[in-house]
């Protein structure tokens, strides 16, 4: 079985500051991996993807994530944050055979607080 | 405009009262499913069907039932609520399990079982 860990439930950072989203996962099979963002009071939608190719991805709003295969993380980033990047991050994997192929399994969560 | 859509969006129900959550999307998708989403444990899944006819049990079907009669529609049904489903429920949907696109996800349906 998959399974995905965010290292931070919370996250408080100060506005035009670095901030990065810590995710690892566990897999016996091959992974692709998401990162969903939820702003309060909507539904997840989904901020980058990684499938194949370049271990560095890039999404909406300026984020992006790089996949290590051999510490099985995928850790979010973004230069300088603003405001209205306050949300909650969600690291998901969708596995690619196995059992539970398709499958796709949700961390914790990580609440992002920008201060001004 | 493509979106996945749930009603109600809030919803105070007493323990044992029968209640029914629906789903419906635009986009012709196959696979849908249902998630909970409580603190600390982010979401997991309830129950989700890959196509017409076919469901199946997520990691916490306890308590759920769905159904999926229309490919656009994938109903929750809880025959006899109690508190501890106390929770934000999301519906989402995706072409073939969404190996290769990502899942769109409903607003989300608050539900208080007292």
């Known amino acids: 079985a998959q399974s995905v860990t965010q290292l931070d439930s919370q996250v408080p950072v100060f506005e035009e500051a670095p901030v990065e989203l810590r995710c690892n996962y566990s897999s016996s099979v091959s992974v692709y991996l998401f990162w969903y963002v939820q702003y309060p009071n909507q539904g997840l939608q989904l901020l980058l993807k990684?499938?194949?190719?370049?271990?560095l991805v890039k999404g909406i709003n300026g984020f992006e994530a790089e996949f290590n295969k051999s510490q099985t993380s995928f850790h979010l980033r973004k230069p300088s944050v603003h405001i209205s990047d306050t949300a909650e991050y969600f690291c998901a994997v969708i596995t690619t055979g196995g059992t539970s192929y398709g499958k796709l399994t949700f961390g914790q969560g990580t609440i992002l607080t920008v201060h001004p | 405009e493509a979106q996945v859509t749930q009603n109600p969006r809030y919803l105070i129900t007493v323990t044992g009262k029968k209640l029914t959550v629906t789903c419906s999307q635009n986009m012709n998708h196959e696979y849908m499913s249902w998630y909970r989403q409580d603190p600390g444990l982010g979401l997991r899944q309830i129950y989700y069907?890959?196509?017409?006819?076919?469901?199946d049990k997520g990691d916490v079907p306890e308590g759920y039932k769905v159904s999926r009669k229309e490919k656009r529609n994938f109903p929750l049904i809880l025959e006899s609520p109690s508190p501890n489903q106390t929770s934000l429920y999301f519906c989402a949907s995706s072409p073939y399990r969404g190996l290769y696109t990502e899942a769109f996800f409903g607003q989300g349906t608050r539900l208080t079982v007292v």
């Open positions: 990684y499938l194949s190719g370049s271990t």
């Open positions: 069907s890959m196509n017409v006819e076919v469901t």
